[in-house]
């Protein structure tokens, strides 16, 4: 059932956010869809040094979906692979990963949106068209300025081939920073509001990086979490509801790393209105602490009143282990994972007690 109840968590398809998705629990993998986003970290050089065939790599996801996700829908956008992508046997990216991951069992909803080529609507169509009549659109703050958007998204869908009513639209407004979005006029430029199968409203609100922080701690204002409760406070009950997304502990515009960087030892922490980000030094330092600061970043959290305990989550747990001091350190990688599990818990228990459900 997809209702205003549901949360739609925005994920670059890595292997923190695999995993976090892995270790949810039954009732919080119920309540949400994510939209994944495949990288071309997926095309990267395996370990031995030998890069996979565009196929192999669309395999593996595809197999990914399956282990660290099952069997209920998500949705796909490779927005940030190119539209010409083929496998060595001239089929198109989208087509070939939909296709594996529907004989693995994972269903998967294409995601487009206005700014696409002809020749990945037509792969768009294709997957559409195979499965179940079903897409969805993307529509970015740039689209909502546009003076014919009502009639681009018209041909959009008739190039498609589906109705409004077989489609969920997401209007994304990527990076918001601290300003909470104004979402009753966004929702005044959709075109035809009451017609979608589903609405969901998106937005991100973690800063780029942490190197604007300083060693210690600093709370960060979830705007994406308060403009959408600020919405849903404010509609009519006779009004059309939206589902609720943003891009849980990550920038909402996508970009790799420097190769190599060296991070800091920090951790992320969801709380109910802002984000706890608790920074340390390099992990990389000459005769520095390293991993170790993991230890004492995790016993100082789990002292703060916005500790969830170790029993709401996975990620809690985790982190809840790290402050035992002869305990594993941990890493960068597994400390965001368990700072995305958290998130996406805790959004779904704050989504059910808003609703009462």
Not at 54 to 69: G, P, T
Not at 96 to 125: C, H, M, N, W
Not at 142 to 160: C, H, I, K, M, Y
Not at 245 to 263: F, K, W
Request: charged share 25%; with cysteine; hydrophobic share 40%.
């Amino acid at each position: 059932m997809f209702d205003c109840t549901r949360y739609v968590p925005i994920l670059r398809w890595k292997r923190a956010e695999r995993d976090a998705l892995r270790f949810l629990t039954e009732d919080v993998r119920a309540s949400l869809t994510p939209l994944i986003e495949v990288t071309p970290k997926s095309f990267a050089a395996r370990d031995d040094g030998s890069t996979p065939t565009v196929s192999e790599a669309l395999s593996k996801v595809a197999h990914e979906l399956l282990s660290h996700w099952g069997w209920r829908p998500a949705f796909i956008d490779l927005m940030h692979l190119s539209d010409d992508l083929r496998t060595e046997d001239d089929r198109p990216a989208l087509v070939y990963l939909s296709s594996e991951a529907r004989r693995r069992g994972a269903p998967v909803i294409p995601v487009t949106d206005l700014g696409r080529s002809r020749v990945f609507q037509e792969a768009v169509k294709l997957v559409s068209a195979g499965g179940s009549p079903r897409v969805c659109i993307r529509l970015f703050q740039r689209d909502l300025a546009r003076p014919t958007l009502e009639t681009d998204v018209g041909a959009l869908l008739t190039n498609l081939g589906v109705e409004r009513a077989q489609t969920d639209l997401v209007v994304d407004a990527q990076f918001i920073g601290d300003t909470i979005p104004d979402w009753n006029r966004a929702l005044r430029k959709v075109p035809t509001l009451e017609e979608w199968r589903t609405i969901t409203l998106a937005a991100g609100a973690f800063p780029v990086d942490l190197a604007k922080f300083s060693v210690g701690i600093h709370p960060v204002r979830r705007a994406d979490w308060l403009g959408w409760v600020q919405l849903i406070r404010t509609q009519g009950a006779l009004e059309r509801q939206s589902m609720f997304s943003d891009y849980t502990i990550q920038h909402g515009l996508y970009r790799e790393p420097p190769e190599r960087a060296n991070v800091s030892a920090s951790i992320r922490y969801t709380s109910q209105e802002s984000w706890i980000v608790m920074r340390g030094k390099a992990l990389r330092t000459d005769n520095g602490p390293g991993n170790k600061q993991y230890h004492a970043e995790a016993k100082v959290l789990c002292g703060r009143q916005e500790f969830s305990g170790k029993s709401f989550s996975y990620g809690d747990a985790y982190i809840h282990e790290r402050s035992v001091l002869r305990a594993p350190t941990g890493s960068a990688e597994t400390l965001l994972r368990a700072g995305f599990n958290h998130h996406m818990t805790l959004v779904v228990r704050q989504l059910a007690n808003l609703f009462g459900t």
